[in-house]
């Protein structure tokens, strides 16, 4: 239950886990509300001095912005806890023998749930992902004889069942964090919604109009029916221009590359061709982002993380056009299973091994040059009076020169999360999709999040400032793009399986295709069932939220019985006065 905070009531807030009042989410909201609060109380307009320049500060007007504005205050961003932060760099980042294990508490303490959210799910999915890979690392070494024909569906059929029971212990576990932290999330709430979080300014125009009408409840009905059924037309019309637009541009391009990669027979201009493909796309995505982010501003959305979750479904269909067409072309017309295993391995090993280079040594030199280059103007400025190394004096000068964690997409609707669980889904979609095809591709995946655990957790607390805390306590769409990856894996393996069994000759494609076709309605029930057996959510954590909703309502009842008690004394004072 959300009560006005008291001093003198503080006794009965509920503690966080490291013992403090207020999350670091709250302290970080406290301070921005703090320093922006500052604003001139008086009826006239103050002059304001700085380096020989004046500048007006009108009545009403914030401090803090207006010195934004002039340029005096270049920014206003969250330092780094010294002492937390080495103790996380040497328990956390550093401690490789720990593989999957985390101080997720800790993690919540220093960067907020969004991003403890984020390293709690690649914990777990690196943990689960240990039985594939021991699996598909089998399958490719062990020569099974007669019996190799009934190991791939076995195979697949495991690595369905796998997937569908860890997303539903992933729920059990999101929300048994939830209920540790002391997050009020409820049950079978949309992800990414908060409702504290929740901003009304898409409702004012209604809620006006109510006000002015009065209280005709008909009308106000059907005023919430319309702006209800306008948001939906919004969104359906938004999702369908970027469909559109990914199938009359996007298709044709990535088909062209994928059939010029089949046919061209040199390697060398087989790579060229790669590298202009790989400078397009990454044109081809910024301008799909953009185009996103202008479109959700015309959505009626409730909150900000509604509108996050708006944009990751429309960049996301850009990506998955990308990264799985071409294999799809290689596979289903070429049925090229040479050049699918070659392109599994590229995109597995030197891809990621490529980007985990990139976004951890490009932060890096940026800030190298940005401290070079500031240095540099600082000793133009003393003129060459000084003796010795130019240093910075302050500490807030060197966290300002670090690059923010940011989104390459949709900066202000998203943080650096988005390309990391982009990075994911990806890497998920492909084990999951072309599994029968290279078994082992689980084994590297397995491989590359153990490692991604550890260089993400370097990148936040060494090359980044520290991130502006987020109060979503899912990981929202993510959740949505994998289970529906999971769906499409059914549907590609058994393809796969089609075509390897119809390609070797030992059967069939009339009874294989009546195989598989059982197989694949026998898998989507088995989607159902696990879904249904295993609950989202565990037995303690319902008894405690069903506590808390109990004491909520004593509560409630007794600030009525209070008020009302109260509002009895002032009236009888009242009467006796008179």
């Known amino acids: 239950m959300d009560l006005p905070f008291e001093w003198d009531e503080a006794e009965a807030f509920v503690r966080q886990p490291d013992g403090s009042l207020f999350s670091w989410c709250e302290r970080y909201h406290c301070y921005h509300h703090i320093i922006y609060g500052v604003v001139n109380k008086s009826k006239s307009v103050i002059t304001l001095k700085s380096d020989g320049k004046e500048f007006h500060w009108k009545s009403g007007e914030s401090l803090v912005r207006k010195l934004e504005l002039e340029g005096i205050v270049k920014e206003v961003f969250p330092l780094h806890d010294e002492i937390k932060r080495k103790w996380l760099l040497r328990n956390w980042a550093l401690n490789w023998w720990d593989v999957t294990r985390q101080p997720l508490d800790e993690i919540y303490s220093y960067f907020g749930t969004k991003i403890a959210i984020y390293f709690a799910f690649l914990g777990m999915y690196t943990r689960w992902i240990f039985f594939p890979a021991i699996f598909g690392v089998t399958l490719q070494l062990v020569d099974f004889g007669s019996w190799q024909l009934l190991v791939l569906p076995v195979f697949f059929i495991s690595i369905i069942s796998w997937a569908v029971l860890f997303f539903q212990f992933w729920k059990r576990k999101n929300s048994a964090l939830l209920a540790r932290w002391q997050i009020s999330c409820p049950f079978g709430e949309d992800p990414g919604y908060n409702f504290l979080e929740m901003e009304w300014s898409s409702f004012q125009s209604p809620v006006e109009l109510i006000k002015k009408w009065g209280n005709d409840k008909t009308k106000e009905k059907e005023l919430f029916q319309r702006k209800e059924w306008f948001g939906c037309l919004m969104r359906f019309r938004n999702d369908a221009i970027i469909i559109l637009s990914i199938i009359c541009l996007q298709l044709p391009f990535e088909l062209a590359y994928a059939h010029l990669y089949e046919v061209i027979g040199s390697d060398l201009m087989k790579f060229g061709l790669t590298v202009v493909y790989l400078f397009a796309i990454q044109y081809f995505n910024k301008i799909g982002g953009k185009i996103s982010v202008r479109l959700i501003k015309y959505e009626n959305n409730e909150s900000t993380e509604y509108k996050a979750d708006s944009l990751i479904y429309k960049v996301f269909g850009l990506y998955f056009m990308q990264s799985y067409i071409g294999i799809f072309y ?107 095809a290279f078994p082992p591709a689980f084994a590297f995946a397995a491989l590359n999040n153990i490692t991604e655990i550890r260089t993400d957790a370097l990148k936040l607390l060494v090359m980044f400032k520290r991130p502006i805390p987020r109060a979503a306590a899912t990981i929202g769409a993510w959740l949505n793009i994998f289970q529906f990856l999971m769906v499409m894996s059914i549907c590609t393996n058994c393809a796969l399986l089609v075509c390897l069994y119809d390609q070797e000759g030992k059967w069939k494609i009339e009874p294989g295709l009546a195989a598989i076709l059982i197989i694949e309605h026998v898998l989507l029930l088995i989607k159902f069932v696990f879904s249904r057996l295993v609950p989202e959510e565990p037995a303690w954590v319902k008894a405690n939220r069903m506590k808390n909703a109990t004491q909520a309502q004593d509560m409630c009842s007794k600030q009525l019985l209070r008020t009302i008690s109260g509002n009895e004394k002032t009236s009888s004072l009242l009467e006796k006065i008179d």
């Not at 400025?381 to 302050?394: D, N, V």
């Open 330 to 436: 290689h596979v289903l017309l070429h049925r090229n299973f040479a050049t699918l295993r070659q392109v599994l391995i590229q995109r597995l090993i030197v891809s990621e091994v490529l980007e985990n280079l990139i976004e951890n040594s490009l932060p890096y030199l940026k800030y190298s040059y940005k401290k070079y280059r500031a240095i540099r103007k600082k000793r133009k400025r003393e003129k060459g009076l000084s003796t010795g190394k130019t240093q910075f004096i302050y500490r807030v000068e060197k966290e300002y020169l670090k690059p923010t964690y940011s989104a390459s997409v949709g900066a202000e609707l998203e943080d650096g999360l988005f390309d990391d669980f982009l990075e994911l889904a990806l890497q998920f979609g492909m084990i999951m999709m072309f599994a029968c």
